[in-house]
């Protein structure tokens, strides 16, 4: 790794067991970095612990429990580093996590973001759902992994162990450059939790940057540590935000069709919830689409300072230009390896 000033920032609400399980191997395997805790103002015992068993860490203590995207967004303002790593606390990292992801992004100045091969703690020869070997977006704002695709993990074999340039880096374990971050002005705070990654990938990929994979950087996560992959408040943050993300970075021409025809499988996806007995996540989406109706002043707001950063020019890039939706239940394409690689504008 070169000399750059690197920061792992774990970000902390109430998580005593999981910084008990897994910082002590982030400690041992981030020598050449510093190692922040942001805490969201837990009711815990976190920080008497943190303050106890390791008082190397360094710790920010935040006033009131932000979310993951104003949580960050407050913290790193404390941090002094030419990069971040974005750690969840329930992440356990492998020896040499950090190097090969360092320097890829040394090699490209133009790489802005990145994320490591990510596989299950509880399944570790198989992909974990939040980045898998990383993520994209199909053209309605759908997203997915190489790795997984809707709920269909696949297995491990080596078969993306190739590093590639993606969409977007997951919010689990995402390095970035802090310049970058810094210039976009971070993730949306309004999000709270869910797709805000996405969404500032988004803007990094309209804005002349790359995203990209380096699977041979390896951590296992938990999965499931904010808000349960079940959960209706996770369901309602995921499709609102997504349609944000949607709105916000898309070129104009197109993006009156993107939204009508994803309200619409939105729609769909809702009466599938209800045919299965799930109605509080049909609910949920319902609640997402009055959500961005009420908000959409905010968010056409947000829209027109993104088209004001330097060199903003919307990109198709790694896109699927097609529907995720209609391949995967339809025509059966479960897997990232069956989808056509043409159809990402690369």
Not at 165 to 194: K, P, Q
Not at 219 to 244: A, E
Not at 316 to 327: A, E, G, L, P, R
């Amino acid at each position: 790794m070169q000399s750059s000033k690197v920061a792992v920032v774990i970000l902390n609400f109430n998580g005593k067991k999981l910084l008990q399980r897994f910082l002590p191997a982030v400690i041992q395997h981030s020598t050449n970095a510093t190692i922040y805790l942001a805490d969201n103002a837990s009711v815990d015992d976190s920080i008497s612990y943190l303050k106890e068993s390791h008082p190397e860490i360094r710790i920010i203590e935040l006033q009131e429990n932000y979310g993951f995207a104003k949580g960050y967004n407050e913290a790193l303002k404390q941090v002094d580093a030419d990069y971040f790593i974005l750690l969840n606390s329930d992440v356990e990292v492998t020896p040499d996590w950090i190097n090969p992801v360092i320097n890829l992004m040394e090699a490209d100045k133009i790489i802005a973001a990145a994320q490591p091969k990510i596989l299950s703690y509880n399944a570790k020869d198989e992909f974990e759902y939040a980045g898998a070997c990383g993520g994209f977006i199909d053209k309605y704002g759908y997203p997915f992994c190489r790795g997984r695709i809707f709920n269909t993990l696949e297995k491990d074999s080596g078969q993306y162990n190739s590093a590639i340039e993606i969409f977007w880096a997951t919010g689990a374990c995402m390095f970035i450059r802090a310049s970058v971050f810094n210039t976009l002005r971070g993730f949306d705070g309004f999000y709270f939790a869910h797709m805000e990654e996405i969404d500032l990938c988004w803007r990094i990929k309209n804005t002349g940057h790359k995203v990209m994979a380096a699977p041979q950087s390896v951590v296992y996560h938990v999965g499931g540590g904010t808000l349960d992959k079940l959960s209706p408040r996770k369901t309602f943050l995921n499709f609102r935000n997504s349609l944000i993300s949607l709105t916000k970075n898309n070129a104009s021409g197109v993006l009156l069709l993107k939204i009508a025809t994803r309200l619409i499988l939105d729609g769909v996806a809702g009466t599938k919830f209800l045919f299965e007995g799930n109605a509080k996540h049909t609910w949920a989406i319902v609640r997402a689409h009055f959500s961005f109706y009420f908000n959409l002043k905010y968010i056409l707001q947000k829209r027109k300072e993104i088209k004001s950063f330097p060199d903003y020019s919307p990109s198709n890039k790694q896109i699927y230009q097609s529907s995720i939706v209609f391949d995967y239940y339809l025509s059966k394409k479960k897997l990232f390896s069956n989808l056509r690689k043409d159809l990402f504008n690369a």
